[in-house]
């Protein structure tokens, strides 16, 4: 609300700076602003803008690996984390936005030194409550929202921004909640008494749902006059922010303060389970969590999130840091984390064998618990005694690492390994996971070694287990090297010594390699039979991500045995999944593959394209993606991507191949995945011809439907015309709308009127 002038003093700066920061007090509103700021500039930067959100992360050593993920950064290289970054942003032309770098200023002052070094046409925008101190830094200090002045009337009261938030946020908990000539006086003093802090007026406005705005005076006026003294050597304003959350802790019971306080240790929230787990004891039955949570979302302590997987509560960040101050001084601070620990350690454990349970719904809850995740390894791992609880958790989470967080998962056990040096079964089953994952990361010469280790431990232990998936991966190995007669033979043997050691997850793998070298090595017969084999097992053990890869290998055997239909057909059912899951890889795969069934079927255009959505998923920035980029983890597939690609330059000739990938690379990730999908047809995806004498950012489809807004035509009109759905020209006049940065239909008429008059 409000903050014209800053945001325009925020472009001031990053047009003369390549690194600006936004300082102030919690609760101000930098992250708001930034994300404002970097929302109107997405059409200045061709390629993105990005946004990093650091509140989650308390591992300073996790920072460039988080930054990398954000911008789909998934590394097969073997080099270090901050080499590759760069080398990906070395020739971008992009915005970064780092979001609360308080609690790790010296990582992101490193980090944002090299980046401005490596990367000229990078600029980095950073929220933080401390410079960090970086040559060439400019800050600027986010004020708090202008406070009013005595007014004379309502009228002139709601003018100021301030007012304006409080009557907005009021307004969600009484409806009919309106600044009126009785009220705006009390109102304004509200404002004036919070200093203008955003975040303070917001959880003011909150307690209107029990006092009328008199009452939030008064109370507002004798807690802050109660603690003055208490807290007289802090800020003014961080006494405001401070003693507002000090007031909502008092009206909390005893048991709500101790929850509020336990809480605090989840990062980026936490679900009615982890409460009850986390949270309970010393005070708290585990049957009271229920009615303890539903009181603090009752005052909005919590803030509740809906998501796939049901209802997660959330601190705001100024509320967890009180409420961790409150833990500290509670003296339970070290076996609240204790708890936090185990109940994650159990989760990861669930990942792989909790009865029926979903595989799909485990590696969803992993990704929105990553930030519990991370605290309980970095826990784990704060020193020996508790590395090989580590190291379990590490190796439990192999599939999340895959779906799209390979680097972190081969740092964390690296980590792990470490500190741990034991042989027993935590490092045992660390290094063969390790070693699946330096193939997947292309370093197979790794994974040898770490298997020579795996098997001295498992033929010691006699662990049954660690010695089947040392041979399985032997045969991984093999199958990346394109050695398809030693992986037949190597996955084979170890599809026997899985089923003898009863590991359903190593049979499942066991046959999704051994259907990628039967069809490496062609004898397709028996690939399909033994992805058949293993489809089955993953269906009758709820192994939906597995189902997945082995519908996609299905689909590639039958592609190569001339049934591109049903070939396509599976592909597509994979890559559903993948989309939903967010999986790069797994994604990356399907539009590959979906590339090489086009062209066979003579669809030489959408194949073209196809390859250029690949791109979209490539390792490498928009500015010099190849189209035969590694197929990620799949290297033994890459002779099928160079031939697909040397198969449409004859048939398409040089330009008019470069024209359709260059086409599919522009596309956004939603529009390239819908395309994949055949959601979308061709006609969508084409671009339309320059506007203005510059590219149009729409599409020919799009620019149709914008002319039809030009004319005042409904969305229902605009279906009728073009035969298209209602529910289609609904999603084509909001991706108008984003491309555009506009906010309604008549910015659109305005903008095809302009465009127009000048063509």
């Known amino acids: 609300m409000g903050r014209r002038q800053e945001m325009a003093d925020v472009k001031r700066l990053l047009s003369a700076s390549r690194l600006v920061t936004l300082t102030g007090v919690g609760g101000v509103g930098k992250t708001r602003l930034a994300y404002r700021v970097a929302g109107e500039l997405w059409r200045v930067f061709p390629d993105g803008v990005w946004l990093v959100e650091l509140a989650e992360l308390e591992n300073p050593e996790l920072l460039t690996h988080t930054v990398s993920e954000v911008l789909g950064i998934e590394d097969r290289s073997g080099r270090p984390a901050m080499g ?29 030194e090299t980046l401005l070094r490596s990367a000229p046409s990078v ?76 975040l303070a007026i917001e959880l003011a406005a909150v307690r209107l749902r029990a006092l009328s705005v008199q009452q939030l005076l008064d109370r507002l006026d004798d807690r802050f006059r109660l603690l003055e003294f208490r807290t007289s050597t802090a800020q003014p304003r961080h006494r405001t922010l401070w003693a507002l959350i000090d007031w909502s802790y008092a009206r909390c019971t005893p048991q709500e303060r101790s929850l509020w306080a336990r809480a605090s240790v989840f990062v980026g929230g936490l679900d009615l389970e982890g409460a009850e787990a986390v949270c309970s004891g010393d005070g708290i039955a585990p049957e009271d969590v229920l009615d303890l949570v539903t009181g603090l979302v009752d005052k909005s302590v919590f803030v509740t999130e809906e998501n796939q997987l049901g209802i997660r509560y959330r601190l705001l960040e100024s509320l967890r840091e009180y409420g961790r101050e409150r833990l500290a001084e509670s003296g339970e601070a070290e076996e609240v984390h204790r708890r936090h620990c185990d109940y994650y350690r159990r989760m990861c454990s669930d990942t ?157 793998r066991a046959h999704l390699w051994l259907t990628g070298a039967l069809t490496l090595g062609g004898e397709l017969e028996s690939a399909v039979s033994a992805a058949e084999e293993g489809i089955v097992l993953c269906e009758a053990n709820g192994k939906g991500l597995y189902r997945a890869h082995l519908l996609t290998m299905l689909g590639i055997t039958l592609w190569r045995r001339g049934e591109t239909v049903r070939a396509g057909e599976l592909v597509m059912e994979s890559l559903a999944v993948h989309r939903v899951l967010g999986n790069p890889r797994g994604i990356g795969l399907n539009l590959a593959a979906l590339a090489w069934i086009a062209a066979a079927e003579g669809r030489y255009e959408r194949a073209a394209r196809l390859l250029g959505t690949f791109g979209t998923f490539s390792q490498e920035p928009r500015s010099r993606r190849a189209v035969g980029a590694q197929v990620a983890g799949y290297r ?55 506007v203005n004498g510059e590219r149009s950012p729409l599409t020919r489809r799009e620019t149709e439907v914008a002319r039809l807004v030009g004319r005042g035509l409904t969305n229902k009109e605009i279906a009728a015309e073009l035969v298209i759905s209602q529910r289609t020209a609904e999603g084509h006049v909001e991706h108008i709308l984003g491309k555009l940065g506009y906010g309604s239909r008549s910015q659109i008429a305005v903008w095809i009127s302009r465009s127009t008059a000048r063509s």
């Open 84 to 112: 590759v970054l760069t080398e990906h942003l070395r020739d971008m032309n992009a915005l970064i936005v780092l979001d609360n770098c308080e609690h790790l200023r010296p990582a992101c002052a490193a980090l944002a």
């Open 352 to 508: 792989l064998v909790r009865p029926g349970a979903s595989q799909l719904t485990m590696l969803a809850r992993a990704k929105l618990e990553r930030g519990n995740l991370r605290s309980a390894m970095d826990y784990c791992f704060s020193g020996p005694e508790r590395a090989a609880n580590g190291l379990h958790m590490a190796a439990d989470l192999r599939n999340h690492w895959l779906s799209g967080y390979l680097g972190e998962g081969r740092q964390r056990l690296a980590q792990g390994l470490a500190l741990h040096h034991a042989p027993d079964d935590a490092r045992g089953r660390a290094l063969v996971i390790d070693s699946w994952l330096a193939v997947v990361d292309g370093q197979p010469d790794m994974a040898d070694r770490m298997l020579d280790e795996a098997l001295e431990i498992g033929e010691r232990l006699g662990h049954g287990v660690i010695l089947a998936d040392v041979a399985l991966q032997r045969g991984l190995v093999a199958l990346d090297r394109g050695d398809a007669a030693t992986a037949i033979t190597l996955c084979r043997n170890a599809a026997e010594q899985q089923r003898a050691s009863g590991d359903i997850m190593g049979r499942i």
């Open 636 to 690: 033994h597939l890459r002779r099928y991507q160079e031939q697909c690609v040397a198969d449409l330059r004859l048939v398409l000739g040089d330009a008019d191949f470069e024209k359709l990938v260059r086409h599919g690379t522009l596309l956004d990730v939603d529009r390239a995945l819908a395309y994949a999908l055949e959601e979308t047809a061709e006609e969508d995806v084409a671009p339309a011809e320059s």
């Open 123 to 198: 600029r980095i925008l950073a929220t933080s409550r401390q410079l960090l101190g970086v040559t060439g830094e400019q800050a600027l200090t986010v004020p708090v929202l202008p406070l009013p002045a005595a007014a004379n009337s309502a009228e002139a009261a709601a003018q100021c921004d301030a007012v304006q938030l409080f009557a907005d946020r009021a307004q969600a908990v009484l409806h009919d909640f309106t600044v009126t000539e009785e009220n705006h006086d009390v109102v304004e003093r509200i404002c004036r008494r919070l200093d203008g802090i955003p």
